[in-house]
């Protein structure tokens, strides 16, 4: 079975640009998760998605925004970037059940000139 | 506020030498304790989820136990192939998000 899958793998944008990375989940799971990992610290959540409903929301600015589809895949919009905003975004589905383990993507390198 | 801190922050082992890595948590109300490896340039992969103190769960040569403040993982006899930063996360009965710590890069020789 496939696991999760993100798109694309490397990006580079400029200051003020915008850009949206995508996620599939894994079949079966109906829940997204987004987290940004800048270099040396553990990811940090940014958003949970669940049956396209927004479920949770860390602490980011509005520029950062998504939405899920009725497959289950989701986009992560950032608008206006910045020079902080280079980070490696991952993506993790899970199918809620008792157990909630989230399993990641290999994530989109976003690096911001 | 939910909190995760592990150390060391980098842990260098001689093949066979064995060790343990901290994961110290302060959260409201536990839901799970996750431990995920992570190798350059990919994406954390899972290892183990804990739920409650006392529990302790093992595959290969990594085991992992849980109390009500911390977590340990313990590689007995790691191989160079071991070798990848080792991050613990907590999810919260509030939510389901998960909390990471910074991770602890671990570096095996031959």
């Known amino acids: 079975d496939a696991g999760v899958t993100q798109s694309p793998t490397h990006l580079i944008k400029t200051r003020g640009q915008h850009v949206t990375l995508r996620c599939s989940p894994i079949s079966g799971h109906k829940s997204v998760s987004w987290y940004q990992q800048v270099l040396g610290q553990g990811p940090q959540f940014i958003f949970q998605y669940y049956e396209k409903e927004e479920r949770g929301r860390g602490n980011f600015p509005d520029r950062f925004s998504a939405r899920q589809f009725p497959n289950y895949s989701s986009e992560l919009n950032v608008n206006a970037l910045l020079l902080g905003d280079s980070a490696l975004y991952l993506c993790?589905?899970?199918?809620?059940?008792?157990?909630?383990?989230?399993?990641f993507g290999a994530g989109t390198r976003l690096s911001v000139l | 506020e939910d909190q995760v801190t592990q150390s060391p922050e980098a842990l260098r082992l001689q093949e066979g030498e064995s060790s343990s890595l901290n994961c110290s948590y302060t959260v409201s109300g536990l839901r799970g304790l996750f431990w995920y490896r992570q190798d350059p340039g990919k994406g954390p992969e899972f290892l183990f989820t804990l739920y409650s103190a006392g529990e302790e769960k093992e595959k290969e040569r990594l085991k992992a136990t849980l109390t009500k403040k911390e977590s340990f993982l313990h590689i007995t006899a790691p191989k160079p192939e071991d070798s990848a930063t080792y991050l613990c996360?907590?999810?919260?009965?509030?939510?389901?998000?998960?909390?990471f710590g910074q991770g602890t890069t671990l570096q095996v020789k031959p």
């Open positions: 993790a589905s899970s199918s809620r059940d008792r157990e909630n383990i989230q399993y």
């Open positions: 996360a907590v999810s919260s009965s509030n939510t389901g998000k998960l909390i």
